[in-house]
């Protein structure tokens, strides 16, 4: 009857060693699992802003070679970009929102069906809002209108106030004029 016991209290010591040494395994997993969760997070972040600022890039390229197009430039410095240039075109296509290229292309209709008056109208709006200076000098010119106007209405109704309503000028003296209007005339 001794030897159950004994047994029974190795087997607990060996079942106890066994599942510390699994409990240390599974934690250490999970801390490594952790670290390659973290470095695959950062790794994907990193890949996104790369992959975002070579379709940066690669809008620019464009700009820069529809400009040399322009111009009448040579495509020679150009030509090294190309492999990398390809690699990124079908993002930066796919990325170009149609709605917004149908938009463009309607206003563009839009603007080609106006008068030439109204084309002139269009453009001048366009470089006046463009920038802070035209905006400024419009706001101005509007607030200085609205002074001078509000001033001229005060000056006239003050003027039809004080008079009674009756204007007095130079033709209700004039005798020949008087004989034209009888119902304007100034008894005198």
Known sequence: GGAAPADEDGMVSILSAQRDRFKERANAAEVEAREYKNAVSLLTAEKDQL???????????????????????????????????????????????????????????????????????????????????????????????????????????HVQACTGGEEKSSYHHDPSIAQLHPANAIVG
């Open 51 to 157: 992959q975002h600022d070579n379709l940066q890039l690669y809008s620019k390229i464009r700009f820069l070679q529809s400009y040399q197009a322009r111009r009448g430039g040579s495509d020679e410095a150009m030509e090294d970009g190309r492999a990398a240039e390809s690699k990124y075109q079908q993002m930066y296509e796919n990325r170009m929102s149609p709605f917004s290229q149908f938009g463009g292309g309607e206003r563009h209709r839009r603007a080609a069906d106006l008068t030439p008056a109204d084309r002139v109208a269009l453009g001048m709006a366009r470089v006046v809002l463009a920038n802070k200076t035209g905006r400024s000098f419009v706001m101005g010119y509007l607030a200085i209108m609205h002074v001078l106007v509000f001033i001229t209405l005060y000056h006239w109704a």
